[in-house]
């Protein structure tokens, strides 16, 4: 057994950051020259390839059958079953197509869960520099085994989780797993073991990429082990929860269903045992009562307000994966966000510029825009007086490699984006680049090194003037200055005063930068360390950080607002976090949680302290995940958006998984219910807006088709316990449900959202859908077409017509109660006489005119009349119809003053 056999458990488990090399090596068996082919190969056969492990997913036919099972769609399957005893075909398929619906929608979304793990699979590298037999050769990077050396330069994607060995001026982009905006400038040497992920610089991950510098390491994880792999299992294992609707919906359809069957089953055993009925006659009748009492047309109306509600959202940028989804936004009560990209722009910002004598100036603009004005103590200056601050400006544009273009009306960034806030910062002083490197042409050049932390460039003017110009590390320029400029002259440093000044900035979660200067003999054309190691002139520093973006700040107090906490959960440190928190007023400014402090904490403890923190900061996937489902635990409905892999394992396992469009991966996504198409965090607050409306909406819809199944069951009833005649058929009934969904239920569907939409709470998703206010209304609406409809047909009857003709002055009379209910469902509660409820949604107009049409020809063509068992009605029967039906628009409107204002 070899000796990475018998340590295979502690090759995984290790801090490898936090051991020596040598260490390293030998517990890995490798050298500096790396392994033999022939150990690689063994290697490769005791551990297998360096891929993602596959998932283990259930197959198309048995997903597809999953999306079946809800009580709910047990309902409408027992619905199907009834109509087509029935014969009647046209209903049985509209049912039947329902479910299909539904049950195609939930299949494509599960397939694009799996697309998700599919997507981290691509973000691997394909091929690897290793050392093998003391060579140098390309292999590709599923070969690769943990031992090997890697060779990593500018460009590469880290192909394995690597311990560096050595490193010149590496850094490595790792946003993709921590969050973390800026690349992280990383060395050999070893880090604390309990360091976070984001702080562990000795370590290269797989998947990152290497934007900067040379390096070289030895693998110690490959495939699975890696923490990409780590992300990969997260996300597979994580599972998903059901929206509030859905189960509300299947505690509904439980309730219902009981209802239906204890109902049906007394009424038949009543007639029979009462009555004398024979039992195939009662058997129809209950048939009947169930028929009349299953909502056949509700999940048509949810999920055609959905989809419009997807529709409307889609407008407003934000593009949902998954119907539900959209009715779970009205339903969030936190929102956590990542902050690179989201709350903040991704573009580094120069803010604050100090100067000696001259203060602390603030610059306005955001992000790579060179437009911006230069404010001391809150006025606009004038570069004249400050000339050290003009000489600065052209110092960050001439010490500087970077370039901004203009394209399709955004400036874009070629070079690092220290170097492009710099270079910004030049223009919004109205510095032409092009004219100061022609004015002033570069001669010489030290880069930028991490061993000595400053870049510095020699130029020389065509009169034959020379500068130098460095940046750097504040530390480090400090101690190569002698000077300070003040206006127009120099004079002995002062460190007290910039430390003071740097300290401040710190605080404020910025980056400093300092930036100095040193005049150099007209023929001196090389530039030297020695050159610049003393005697330098600082000009100043500057204040840099990634700042919020301005619709964000907005869209945070809107959240607020609405009852909505939001939280930062980010990969950055701490400062920097809460710095940004200030900015949009999320958190107390000063309490933050850690990483290592979530690492410690069990789930219980966890949960006690989530709610009071709103900034989590160096935040790994797994408390990401961790944070996601202690807010869940405690009873909060949860938003999570991101855009980083390191973001997919929450997005997937929160509530609304939020992905950006623009600069969020496909893995981010692929987890996510929805995206955002235009990455701002304000589009959140349209769609929640809009989900409040959707499930308003929904709400208005049940609340009107419920009283109407009531209503007709009631009928049923009324006429077995009295021993009367049906006054409706079980076809004329399964008429009435469709055609009033189809048109009248539908209608409310593009009702607009209410004035106060984003100034309630958010609903507590605990509480029933069906409400003791929507008892009580389907009860008292369900009594008022009793007795309107169940007594205009005895009263008909006993005019001696025929029952044909009752039936259908039953029918009629239903349908016109409805018609009138419409009107007061446009507002649960509010008056609709006094709110244009009458006219202020032209869609209930169009879908009272259409039904009118349906009726006239449910009435009065022979084909209808043959089919459904009517007759024509006479002109006075209408006027009746009309006259007892419109009474429950002035019921149901008395019925909400009371309740306004005696149970308020």
């Not at 018998?6 to 801090?15: E, Q, Y």
């Not at 994880?221 to 890696?226: N, P």
């Not at 404020?508 to 002139?537: C, M, W, Y």
């Not at 009517?870 to 009474?887: A, K, N, Q, Y």
């Amino acid at each position: 057994m070899s000796m990475l056999q018998m340590n295979s458990k502690h090759v995984i488990d290790n801090a490898w950051h936090a051991i020596d090399q040598s260490e390293v090596l030998s517990q890995l068996a490798s050298s500096q020259d790396g392994l033999t082919a022939n150990e690689a190969h063994e290697r490769l056969i005791q551990n297998g390839p360096n891929v993602l492990p596959e998932s283990k997913t259930r197959g198309p036919l048995i997903r597809l059958l999953a999306q079946c099972h809800n009580v709910l769609i047990y309902v409408l399957l027992a619905a199907a079953c009834i109509t087509a005893l029935l014969a009647h075909w046209i209903d049985t398929g509209v049912i039947i197509g329902v479910v299909v619906i539904n049950a195609i929608i939930g299949f494509v979304q599960e397939g694009k869960a799996e697309d998700a793990l599919r997507a981290i699979k691509q973000m691997l590298s394909s091929q690897a520099l290793v050392m093998r037999d003391g060579k140098r050769i390309t292999v590709p990077a599923e070969d690769l085994v943990v031992g090997d050396i890697v060779l990593l330069q500018s460009g590469d994607k880290v192909p394995a989780d690597i311990r560096l060995l050595t490193t010149k001026n590496l850094q490595i982009q790792e946003a993709c797993l921590t969050g973390e905006s800026m690349p992280v400038e990383k060395s050999a040497k070893t880090i604390a073991d309990d360091a976070v992920l984001g702080d562990r610089t000795s370590m290269a991950f797989s998947s990152t990429l290497v934007c900067y510098g040379q390096g070289s390491g030895v693998v110690v994880t490959t495939a699975g082990d890696t923490e990409i792999g780590r992300i990969s299992a997260l996300l597979a294992h994580v599972q998903t929860i059901t929206t509030p609707l859905l189960r509300k919906m299947a505690e509904f359809g439980r309730l219902l269903t009981g209802i239906i069957v204890v109902i049906a089953t007394l009424t038949m055993v009543f007639g029979v045992l009462v009555h004398g009925h024979s039992v195939p006659d009662m058997f129809l009748a209950a048939v009947g009562l169930a028929v009349a009492a299953i909502p056949e047309g509700l999940p048509a109306i949810m999920t055609i307000t959905l989809a419009i509600g997807v529709q409307r959202m889609a407008k407003r940028q934000a593009i949902i994966r998954l119907l539900p989804a959209v009715e779970s936004l009205g339903a969030v009560t936190v929102i956590c966000t990542d902050k690179t990209g989201t709350l903040t722009r991704n573009e580094m910002t120069v803010t604050d510029v100090v100067t000696a004598g001259g203060g602390l100036f603030d610059i306005t603009g955001v992000g790579y825009d060179p437009h911006g004005d230069f404010l001391l103590e809150g006025k606009e200056i004038d570069f004249i007086d400050h000339p050290v601050l003009m000489e600065l400006m052209r110092s960050a544009l001439l010490c500087n490699d970077a370039v901004l273009k203009k394209k399709k009306g955004d400036w874009v960034l070629q070079g690092g984006p220290t170097e492009g806030a710099l270079l910004t910062l030049g223009m919004k002083a109205g510095l032409s680049p092009e004219f100061e490197h022609e004015a002033w042409p570069r001669t010489d050049i030290i880069p930028f090194e991490s061993q000595h932390q400053f870049m510095a460039t020699l130029h020389h003017d065509h009169a034959g003037h020379g500068v130098s110009y460095i940046k750097g590390a504040p530390e480090r320029i400090f101690a190569m200055c002698d000077y300070q400029r003040n206006g127009l002259h120099d004079e002995a440093i002062d460190l007290s005063y910039w430390h003071t000044q740097m300290e401040a900035l710190a605080r404020r979660g910025q980056r400093v930068l300092a930036i100095a200067s040193k005049k150099t003999p007209p023929d001196h054309h090389n530039l030297t360390f020695s050159d610049i190691e003393q005697n330098l002139t600082l000009l100043g520093i500057v204040g840099i950080i990634d700042p919020p973006r301005e619709e964000a700040v907005t869209a945070v107090k809107q959240c607020q607002s609405a009852g909505i906490m939001v939280k930062m959960i980010t990969g950055d440190h701490a400062v920097t976090a809460v710095a940004i928190g200030k900015k949009m007023d999320i958190g107390d400014g000063q309490r933050v949680l850690s990483g290592h402090e979530i690492e410690v904490m069990s789930d219980e403890e966890l949960c006690q302290v989530v709610n009071d923190v709103a900034i989590f900061a160096r935040s790994s996937p797994e408390h990401k995940l961790r944070l996601v489902q202690a807010l869940q635990a405690n009873g909060h409905v949860v938003a999570m958006t991101g855009d980083g892999v390191n973001d997919a394992p929450a997005l997937k396992r929160a509530d609304i998984g939020t992905a950006m469009g623009k600069n969020g991966t496909e893995v981010a996504k692929d987890a996510a219910e929805m995206v955002l198409a235009d990455d701002r965090f304000s589009s959140i607050v349209d769609a929640v807006e809009q989900g409040r409306t959707v499930y308003d909406n929904l709400k208005k819809a049940i609340l009107f088709i419920l009283p109407t199944n009531g209503g007709e069951a009631l009928i049923l009833i009324a006429a077995i316990l009295m021993g009367k005649m049906l006054p409706i058929t079980p076809v004329q009934i399964l008429w009435v449900n469709m055609i009033t969904a189809v048109t009248l239920a539908l209608s409310l569907a593009f009702e607009p959202p209410e004035n106060n939409v984003m100034l309630r709470s958010p609903r507590d998703p605990k509480s029933p859908i069906l409400s003791s206010l929507f008892l009580w209304r389907i009860a008292f609406v369900s009594l008022i077409l009793l007795v309107g409809t169940f007594g205009l047909f005895v009263w008909q009857q006993a005019q001696g017509v025929t029952i044909e003709y009752a039936r259908t002055v039953a029918v009629n009379t239903l349908v016109m109660f409805e018609i009138f209910y419409l009107f007061n469902s446009r507002y649960i509660s509010e008056p609709v006489l006094n709110k244009n409820g009458l006219l202020g949604n032209r869609y209930v107009l169009f879908a009272v005119g259409i039904l009118l049409l349906f009726q006239m020809a449910f009435t009065y063509l022979s084909t209808m009349q043959a089919l459904f068992g009517t007759t024509g009605l006479e002109w006075m029967t209408w006027v009746i119809i009309v006259l007892i039906s419109c009474s429950v628009l002035f019921l149901v409107e008395l019925e909400k003053y009371v309740v306004r204002r005696f149970c308020p």
